[in-house]
């Protein structure tokens, strides 16, 4: 692994203080993601785009949201060189923060990332504009609007920038799964 590729706190702090010029250019591009060994029941699907910066190493947006539960989704803004999540956001997620005990159950909540603990620092966040609970009867195209102002308070929260080269893209539903009806089965 390059050195410039090894995150460390100071390098969080130059990215996380808005010192690095981020900045998100490019649409999300969607794409199912199936459950290991099982390649036609897709449990989520997912979205990543380059964030533009000044540094040597690369950054990524990723979103990913359950099929399951549209209301329950994540953005991940990381390191993809040496897999860190700098900073994670889980929309009405569940987490149990085993060294306080406290309990997100449902609950919107981020991920801070550093060198001594990792992931682990959890905290309910106060500048994501969505309503708390569950969304009842919730589809992509029922969620599209929150997921698309959603990704501008996380970019935002980042201090990073949205480009003139950034369209909100919605969503894709799977593609459903090829059936095989009507044709014979050969020895």
Request: aromatic share 8%; hydrophobic share 30%; charged share 30%.
């Amino acid at each position: 692994m390059d050195r410039d590729e090894v995150m460390t706190d100071a390098l969080a702090d130059k990215v996380l203080g808005g010192r690095i010029g981020g900045a998100i250019n490019l649409p999300f591009q969607w794409k199912q993601k199936n459950a290991p060994r099982r390649p036609t029941a897709p449990i989520h699907i997912e979205a990543h785009t380059p964030v533009r910066t000044d540094l040597p190493c690369r950054l990524e947006l990723r979103f990913r949201i359950g099929l399951d539960k549209p209301w329950e989704y994540s953005l991940i803004l990381l390191q993809p060189g040496s897999r860190t999540v700098l900073r994670r956001l889980d929309v009405r997620g569940t987490h149990i923060d085993r060294e306080t005990g406290e309990e997100y159950i449902n609950r919107t909540h981020k991920h801070k990332w550093s060198e001594q603990r990792g992931n682990k620092d959890v905290y309910a966040p106060n500048d994501i504009r969505h309503s708390p609970g569950p969304v009842l009867d919730a589809t992509l195209a029922v969620m599209d609007e929150e997921y698309d102002r959603v990704v501008y308070d996380f970019v935002h929260e980042c201090r990073m920038s949205i480009g003139g080269g950034y369209l909100w893209v919605p969503p894709t539903p799977p593609r459903p799964a090829t059936t095989f009806e009507g044709f014979e089965e050969y020895p």
